[in-house]
């Protein structure tokens, strides 16, 4: 049974269907939860090529404290409270919460915590990128997949796809 419940949380929109999904499978087995977020410069969200340089990463490579390395410490204080929370919210509702949040690069962080915290269980999401989009950002979800020590849990998030209405508009807009 699953007793050992990691959780992979990001800040994307599906994110609390795969929060929900794993309290609702913690309660019903009485297991715990290990909250583990993942803060890579190399995610979408932090393209901004100075998040890229070393002395962001390492700020005490830079003589002075730059404006950068400052909101790179926000934005991992911000996601710190943002875990509290979610640790209280299980914890509220009876599940034993722990949380851990990690800087590197996402896939082999997520199955590394499973086996070394032994995991039952890994709970992510999957946002549904299919083509291009995924051969370029990636596809944490299908790397732990096929990575973990342990069973694997995908909550689908919502897939984009393109409608026969639409596919034919488009169609006809770009013929003329």
């Given at each position: 049974m699953f007793k050992r419940i990691l959780v992979a949380v990001?800040?994307?929109?599906?994110?609390?269907?795969?929060?929900?999904?794993?309290?609702?499978?913690?309660?019903?087995?009485?297991?715990?939860?290990?909250?583990?977020?993942?803060l890579?410069?190399?995610?979408?969200?932090?393209?901004?090529?100075?998040?890229?340089?070393?002395?962001?990463?390492?700020?005490?490579l830079q003589p002075n404290n730059s404006k950068y390395?400052?909101?790179?410490?926000?934005?991992k204080n911000n996601r710190l409270n943002w875990l509290r929370s979610l640790c209280e919210q299980s914890t509220q509702l009876g599940v034993e919460t722990e949380f851990s949040q990690n800087i590197g690069e996402p896939?082999?962080?997520?199955?590394?915590m499973a086996l070394n915290w032994e995991a039952d269980v890994i709970v992510i999401g999957r946002r549904g990128r299919?083509?291009?989009?995924?051969?370029?950002?990636?596809?944490?979800?299908?790397?732990?997949?096929h990575h973990a020590p342990c069973?694997?849990?995908t909550v689908q998030g919502?897939?984009?796809?393109v409608n026969e209405a639409t596919r034919t508009q488009v169609e006809v807009t770009s013929k003329v």
């Open positions: 990001d800040n994307s929109v599906q994110n609390q269907m795969v929060f929900d999904e794993a309290v609702s499978l913690a309660k019903t087995t009485d297991g715990n939860l290990m909250l583990l977020h993942i890579s410069p190399l995610d979408e969200q932090y393209t901004d090529p100075l998040f890229l340089q070393p002395n962001v990463l390492y700020p005490e390395a400052n909101d790179w410490e926000k934005l896939c082999q962080m997520i199955c590394n299919r083509g291009i989009s995924e051969l370029f950002l990636g596809s944490v979800s299908n790397y732990v997949l069973s694997v849990l919502i897939i984009h796809q």
